[in-house]
């Protein structure tokens, strides 16, 4: 049995695939949600879940909340201050002197949701389909299906969270080439993603989001509100803790209640607090956070290269989307009202379910395919970007390119392995690099094959293979993006920005290949026949190799052009002779 896992920020959810029915399992409680927080007790115990929620505010500092945030992140990332580590290491977390990685305190979480699972099937649950944000990179897709080993599952797939919801809105069923707009605004992350159905399969046309954009924002902002309200302007850790706690259950009751007053015994210094507050109010410090996903929302649809009106659909998902001012605001967006008729907090875990079913074979029909956020490549020759698998790519996919040496002699070749929409590789992200030798040879001689593949999980492996003497190097990219989520927004908006400049600058780096290949050519072949060729016809090949060299120094691109293109011209008849000589 292939059991389904929404992982969320706040809340996490499992359920399998029984009697025909994609079913959520509850605890012995009834609760289906599994608040995703984690208390480590002094005597050694662990308590996961509302058990650990209530430990919050007695003891932030034994409490982990949120995790997801972390997972596959380095410290520096945001998110990450306060916590102490060397920057650009992966995140640990101290508790009581031991450093835990952010995958074994999921997997503290993981392990709970298979103790609901097996408790009420009562049977082992081995098996699971996990789910994560649509633009999680390598290391977090990686960081998750490691915690989902520790918690004692084969973890069958990593699927991404808009695809699972589709299926579970029963979008499979709409008519070919259907779209529908993804909005998901849970409790620490958005993401918007497009899909369109085609042949009965979904595939994701374009996604945009922001990995710290959600709920927990929402209560940051209406807990300082109440901070306000209150007239309190001292904290301890304990007093924020619930000031936060209170906001949420504010925030909840006020997606259906229009005013109420919060009772807070005991606040601060033995006080007691009553504060009032009305959907307003609340509305009031919400906006301006929810007002940030527009953007993404636009930018998802320019992606696709469609407009708001080409939509057949907008469902909702994640738990914030029942406040009535992302309903609204939604509605602005898009201008049309969204589909209301799932949960919006258990369509993912639905879709997992689903997802689960279809891998056992219970389900079928429905294929469902993701797509690569960002192009995958590595650096070549100056500098340059070489893209090999694009951005939007489906995966599944495999891709892969022949190289060679650029240099005479070269014994070996180092592979970089680049993430990322900029033309120059410095711009790009370093997935890391792999060391592949060969016999020295003359120049264009190396034959070393590079291939891509990357799995239904997202994680990439890299060959790389000297094709003369069958060396062989393989990396898996699971752990090395040094760079936080919010990177993943800035490096499309970054290409965007500098889409002029990168292109120059690739220009000019292909033109000063050209140059630093052409000049000493010329000046070999010079040498060589220079005797043969008349007087004025030397003096202008001197006078175009000077005209590259100083548009080189000079930086200038369509100089250096325009030089190395007269030098062409130039040395049309040196070529010739050259050739001629060269053919006996
Ligand atoms: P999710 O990550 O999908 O579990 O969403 C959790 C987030 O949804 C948390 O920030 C919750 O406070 C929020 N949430 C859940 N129910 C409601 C509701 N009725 N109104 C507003 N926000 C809610």
């Not at 399998?16 to 927080?37: K, M, Q």
């Amino acid at each position: 049995m292939i059991a389904g896992i929404d992982l969320g920020t706040t809340n996490s959810l499992i359920g399998v695939y029984e009697s025909g029915f994609p079913t959520l399992l509850a605890d012995p409680d009834g609760n289906r949600l599994t608040p995703s927080v984690v208390h480590y007790m002094a005597d050694g115990s662990i308590l996961v879940g509302r058990e650990a929620r209530r430990m919050q505010g007695l003891h932030p500092d034994r409490t982990i909340s949120s995790v997801k945030r972390l997972i596959g992140g380095r410290f520096g990332d945001k998110g990450t201050e306060g916590l102490i580590g060397a920057k650009g290491s992966p995140v640990t977390l101290p508790i009581d002197g031991k450093k835990l990685t952010p995958e074994e305190v999921s997997s503290e979480i993981l392990k709970r949701l298979k103790t609901i699972a097996e408790d009420r099937l009562g049977t082992q649950v081995n098996r699971a389909v996990i789910t994560v944000p649509a633009y999680f990179n390598d290391a977090q897709r990686a960081a998750t299906k490691k915690a989902g080993e520790l918690a004692g599952f084969t973890v069958e797939r990593i699927l991404s969270e808009p695809t699972a919801a589709a299926l579970a809105y029963g979008l499979d069923k709409l008519s070919d080439r259907s779209k529908v707009a993804v909005y998901d605004l849970g409790g620490g992350t958005f993401d918007l993603s497009i899909l369109q159905l085609d042949n009965g399969v979904f595939e994701v046309l374009s996604t945009h989001g922001e990995t710290r954009l959600g709920g927990d924002d929402l209560d940051e902002a209406i807990a300082e509100l109440l901070a306000r309200k209150a007239g309190i302007d001292s904290f301890t850790p304990g007093t924020d803790a619930r000031l936060k706690e209170a906001a949420r259950e504010a925030k909840e009751r006020l997606s259906t209640e229009e005013s109420l007053t919060l009772r807070l015994p005991f606040l601060t210094g033995g006080k007691s607090l009553e504060i009032p507050i009305t959907r307003a109010e609340m509305e009031m410090v919400c906006e301006p956070i929810i007002r940030r996903t527009r953007a993404h929302c636009l930018r998802s649809l320019e992606d696709a290269g469609l407009n708001a009106t080409d939509l057949d659909q907008i469902i909702l998902v994640g738990g914030s989307t029942r406040m009535p001012l992302v309903r609204r605001l939604v509605q602005e967006i898009f201008g049309r009202e969204p589909n209301l008729s799932q949960h919006p907090d258990e369509a993912v875990a639905l879709g997992a379910i689903l997802q689960g079913a279809i891998l056992e074979g219970n389900l079928r029909n429905i294929a469902l395919l993701d797509v690569t956020p960002l192009s995958l490549g590595i650096e070549t020759f100056g500098g340059l970007m070489n893209v090999i698998i694009p951005r939007n790519t489906t995966i599944p996919a495999k891709a892969g390119e022949m190289f060679t040496n650029a240099v005479a002699g070269q014994s070996g070749m180092t592979i970089t392995i680049l993430q990322g929409e900029r033309e120059m590789a410095a711009d790009n992200w370093k997935l890391g690099s792999l060391d592949i030798p060969f016999p020295p040879s003359p120049k264009g001689a190396a034959r070393v094959g590079v291939q891509f593949s990357l799995d239904a999980d997202g994680i990439l492996q890299v060959l790389a293979r000297d094709t003369a003497a069958g060396t062989e190097k393989i990396m898996e990219i699971r752990s090395a993006v040094e760079v936080s989520d919010e990177a993943v927004e800035a490096m499309l908006a970054g290409s965007l920005e500098h889409a002029f400049e990168d292109m120059d600058a690739r220009i000019f780096t292909e033109a000063r290949l050209k140059a630093e290949e052409m000049l000493p050519a010329v000046e070999a072949a010079l040498a060589q026949l220079g005797s043969e060729l008349p007087g004025d016809e030397i003096a202008e090949i001197h006078k175009q190799t000077t005209e590259v060299t100083s548009a080189l120094q000079a930086k200038e691109t369509t100089r250096l052009k325009q030089a190395l293109s007269t030098l062409d011209q130039a040395t049309q008849t040196l070529a010739t002779r050259l050739m001629e000589r060269a053919m006996g």
